[in-house]
């Protein structure tokens, strides 16, 4: 399979807990997406490598969130003190940039903050 | 107002019908996508467009970009069909995907 894999799948976890969750891009892909979404809702970006280098945030990403890729290969995301409302499916995309920069999506970790 | 709006949310249809599922924006944009999103969260990209019509198998995309609005249609519409159908657009100023709401489609044989 040489789609998007995340890992893992499902997360639960206790409130104040750390945890971190990686996503494996399309290989020859050089643009890494992270999205959040909620019950209901359409995905909410969260963040953007282009290869190594993270260019753009949101908002959304607060302090105890943190994204990496630190080879322009895998990237992981870490929420750091769980908080209920981080409970979400935690979605990523890459894309091979240029002109036709489709995104193709990954199965999704998605996290439960008991 | 959200920048990105569908229309219908909801969309109940017999198996055969023919489906059209809207999408309005307000932004500029580079590139409009239409995705597919399955029960459990998996997410399939359908069509990316910046100008004209495409057309895989049953789907068909249109934009109108002076309009500011594309149509997704689905011919012969079957059970599988059903999901959710979400627009998102690709705004000039920086490379996030504004998303919108989404359109449930159910589908019944």
């Known amino acids: 399979d040489t789609g998007v894999s995340q890992d893992p799948r499902h997360k639960i976890t206790k409130r104040g807990q750390n945890v971190t969750f990686r996503c494996d891009p399309i290989?020859?892909?050089?643009?890494l997406y992270w999205y959040r979404q909620t019950l209901g809702q359409g995905p909410e970006f969260l963040t953007y490598?282009?290869?190594?280098?993270?260019?753009?945030k949101s908002r959304l990403l607060s302090d105890r969130f943190s994204a990496e890729r630190p080879k322009g290969s895998f990237s992981t995301l870490e929420i750091q003190r769980t908080e209920q409302g981080d409970s979400a499916m935690y979605l990523c995309?890459?894309?091979?940039?240029?002109?036709?920069?489709?995104?193709?999506f990954g199965p999704g970790t998605r996290l439960t903050v008991l | 107002k959200n920048e990105v709006e569908q229309s219908p949310q909801n969309l109940t249809a017999q198996e055969g019908e023919f489906i059209t599922i809207n999408c309005s924006y307000s932004?500029?944009?580079?590139?409009l996508h239409w995705l597919q999103q399955h029960p459990g969260g998996g997410i399939v990209s359908l069509f990316m467009?910046?100008?004209?019509?495409k057309k895989h198998g049953r789907l068909i995309a249109t934009i109108n970009i002076q309009e500011k609005h594309s149509s997704l249609h689905i011919t012969a519409s079957h059970p599988r069909d059903s999901a959710v159908y979400i627009c998102?657009?690709?705004?000039?100023?920086?490379?996030?995907?504004?998303w919108g709401a989404g359109t449930k489609l159910i589908i019944k044989p």
């Open positions: 467009l910046s100008s004209g019509k």
């Open positions: 932004v500029g944009i580079s590139a």
């Open positions: 290989s020859e892909h050089n643009r």
């Open positions: 998102a657009v690709r705004s000039h100023s920086n490379y996030q995907l504004i």
């Open positions: 995309a890459s894309s091979p940039g240029g002109i036709t920069d489709t995104q193709y």
């Open positions: 490598f282009q290869n190594e280098a993270q260019l753009e």
